[in-house]
Structure formats: structure tokens, C-alpha cells
């Protein structure tokens, strides 16, 4: 048995490249942060894991690191709660606190799987598909990272979409180069009223295929009130149009259609509160912060109980994540929606040997080598780290950059 214990937890911060891609608190920068782990065994195996990057989250992997050393890589639970009791004093947000030992966990899971040679999707009570539904994640976005202090502008295959028009062109690659069968809209960028445009655009150009607007708290409860009026019909859900476990119960009280939600409910503890007030309809669950896998599971179960639906929410990643949300969306039976994936904005750039994860049909098969089945470029991870190292950023700010073009530009939320 001992053989399974942790040797160490190297956490490696790399930055990879993103596109100027536009939502309510500003623009995406030119580099995004993510953090690599590797969890190693006393018997040489090798676990990975990724979290979202950013100096706060990766002292907290640093800490971390340090507790689960010694510990056996089968003890999940007992992993979770030293490295939560290690960070409660610092960390007062169970929901900051889910971050660190989420990326853990899948690191252990990792290593198990490819300790019993058994894909992740069979530690998580085994697979109910073979393939996972995901949704093309539409965003406004500018032609170019334009030129700055001394930096040439950087361009990217997807061109440029500040209207309806270039959000169905955008829509059309998305589909031809991965056919995606769903459409999700990043909003809360442009007034209301165009972005309805934009939806129903999408609408007409691709009938009868789900599509979902997610203004990220943008809208007062009125306005939130009168784009679900208007989209009556034409959207599956609307996405956090309003702020908080309140004011989307308030809009809740005559959406004609469901609310979801990856803002108001992030934690434990937001949940009973949230079915009591029926303030949303579909939770877009995320395992990189609500535990880990199995936890994520036993999510679905409660939402299962109080008959929410369930989708995935997403932020600029990886491969190692991507397969980590494709084992664990393989392992939910109730998965009700096609999840959310940034990766067709972020996959040049990757981390993993490429072969075995690919967007096709708007689904991922699910690995089934041992683990989550993919394995680490350990060329491409140096360069991604030196990356970060000389970039010097340290913390995604998308309302800063924003300002370095637009001085004026305030985050208002809500703005409308
Ligand atoms: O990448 O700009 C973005 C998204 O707005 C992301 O940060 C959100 O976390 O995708 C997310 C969402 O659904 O709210
Ligand atoms: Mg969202």
C-alpha cells in the first residue's frame, strides 16, 4: 500500500494564449493563467491536474502541496479535508477553499485510474455515454489584440463579431470546424436590445438548435424581465441575467423560461436557499470548484432531488480539464444540457500529447485509457511556464485591459 502514497505535488503556473474576446467586466487579455499539477506517487506514478491560474490560487496549491504529502492517493476525503482545514483560516470562502482541493482531487483520480488501469469515468461509477455533448461558446469579440506599449497586434483565425451578423459567422466556423449542435452567447456587452438581435439571428440561421445568452449580471431585474419576454421561445435558458439568489428570483417569478445559473450558486451552502426562493431552474455545475468529481456527482444527485436540471460551466482552459469535465459529464445521468467548453478558443495551445481529446460533432468521446487518458507535453509545459514567467502577469484583469483601450470604460453591473 504504500506504494500509493504522495511523493509530491509539483504546481507548475503557465499562460497560454486568448483571444480579445468581450464580456460584462471588459476583454480577455492576450495570455490566460492556468496552473499544472502533478501529483507523483511514492511508486513513480504521475496524477495531472489544472486549475484556473492567478497568485491567490496558486499559494493556495503551494500550501496545499505541502499537506498531502505522505497521504495515501485512495483517501480523497481525508485529503479534502486536510488541505480545506490548512487553508480555512486564510481562505474564509468555502467556494475559494473548492478550488484548491477540486484540481487536487482529479489529480488523485488521475493517479488511481492509472494505478487499476481504469478510465476516471469507472471511478466515478462508470460511464452512462460514450460521448459528451458540448455547446459552441459564442462570444463578441474584436479582429485583434491591438498593438501595445511596443507589442505588435496579435490576430487569430476567427475575425472580428460586434453584431448580429458576425455573431452567426462566428457561429457557422464554430460549427464547421467542430459541429457543435448548440449555441451558447456570451452577453451583457452591447445594450440589450441588440444582443436580443443577435439570439434571434441565431435563431433563424440555425432553426431548432438550443441556444442560451449569458449576460453575466449585466441587467437590472426589469431588464432581465423584458429580454426573457422577448426571447420567449427562441432561448432553452437564460444564464444569469440578474445578480444574486434574489434578484434572479425575483425574475424567476414570471420568466417564461428557465434561469441557470454559474454566479448565484457556487457553494454548499447557496443551494437551500436558492430552491427555496426557486430562484433558478438549471445549475451549471463546474467540478474545478465544487469538490472534484465525485463531488460533482453527488451534485447532480441533489439537483436530481430538487428537480433542478443540470448544465457545465467553463473558463478558458485545457486539455487536462477538458477530459476531467468529459469523464465526470460521461458519469452524470442527469445531464440535461450540452456543456460549456472555452476550448476551441484556447486548444493551440495545449498542454496534453494531441490524438485523444477532439471536439468532433459537437461531442468529446470519452477516454478510456487508464485515468482521464491524456498525457502531459512536457516540452509544451516548459514553454507554457516560461511564458508566464516572462510575461509577468499575474492575475487575469479583463476590465484593466480593457481601459488600456477604452480609458473611460467602468465595470457597471448592472449596466443596463
Ligand atoms: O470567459 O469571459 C469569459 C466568461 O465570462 C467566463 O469568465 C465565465 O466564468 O464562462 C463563464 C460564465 O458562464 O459565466
Ligand atoms: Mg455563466
Known sequence: MSSTRIRELIVTPI?????????????????????????????????????????????????????VVGMDVF????????????LLETVPSSHERGWTTSAIEVAC?????????????DLLGGRVRDTVPFAAYLFYKWAEHPALDGRPAITDDWGEALGPAGIVEQARLMQE???????????????????????????EAFPGQPLRLD???????????????????????????????????????????????????????HLKPAVERN??????????YWGGLRRTRELAAVCEAFGLALSMHSNSHLGISLAAMTHVGAAIPNLDHSCDTHYPWNSADDV?????????DGEV????????????????????????????????????????????????????
Open 15 to 67: 499562460a497560454f494564449g486568448d483571444p480579445p474576446l468581450l464580456n460584462s467586466n471588459g476583454v480577455h487579455e492576450p495570455l490566460a493563467l492556468r496552473v499544472v499539477l502533478q501529483l507523483v506517487l511514492e511508486d513513480g506514478t504521475v496524477g495531472l491536474g489544472e486549475s484556473p491560474g492567478g497568485t491567490a490560487r496558486l499559494e493556495r496549491l503551494h500550501a496545499a502541496a505541502k499537506v
Open 75 to 86: 483517501d480523497t476525503t481525508a485529503l479534502a479535508a486536510a488541505i480545506d482545514a490548512a
Open 279 to 288: 430562484a433558478i431552474q438549471v445549475l451549471l455545475t463546474d467540478h474545478h
Open 177 to 203: 470546424r467542430y459541429g457543435f449542435k448548440s449555441f451558447k452567447l456570451k452577453g451583457g456587452v452591447f445594450p440589450p436590445d441588440e444582443e436580443i438581435a443577435a439570439i434571434r439571428a441565431l435563431a
Open 365 to 416: 468521446k470519452v477516454p478510456t485509457g487508464p485515468g482521464l487518458g491524456v498525457e502531459l507535453d512536457h516540452d509544451r509545459l516548459d514553454r507554457l511556464h516560461r511564458r508566464y514567467v516572462e510575461s509577468g502577469m499575474r492575475s487575469r484583469d479583463d476590465t484593466g485591459y480593457m481601459r488600456r483601450f477604452q480609458p473611460e470604460y467602468e465595470r457597471l453591473l448592472p449596466r443596463w
Open 109 to 121: 483520480l488521475d493517479a488511481q485510474g492509472k494505478l487499476l488501469d481504469r478510465p476516471v469515468s
Open 215 to 269: 449576460p453575466n449580471t449585466a441587467w437590472t431585474v426589469e431588464t432581465s424581465k423584458y429580454v426573457a419576454r422577448e426571447l420567449d421561445g427562441v432561448l432553452e435558458y437564460l444564464e444569469d441575467p440578474a445578480k444574486g439568489i434574489e434578484g434572479m428570483a425575483e425574475v424567476a417569478k414570471d420568466s417564461p423560461m428557465p434561469l441557470a445559473t454559474n454566479m448565484c450558486v457556487i457553494a454548499w451552502e
Open 352 to 360: 496534453i500529447v494531441p490524438g485523444v481529446l477532439e471536439l468532433r
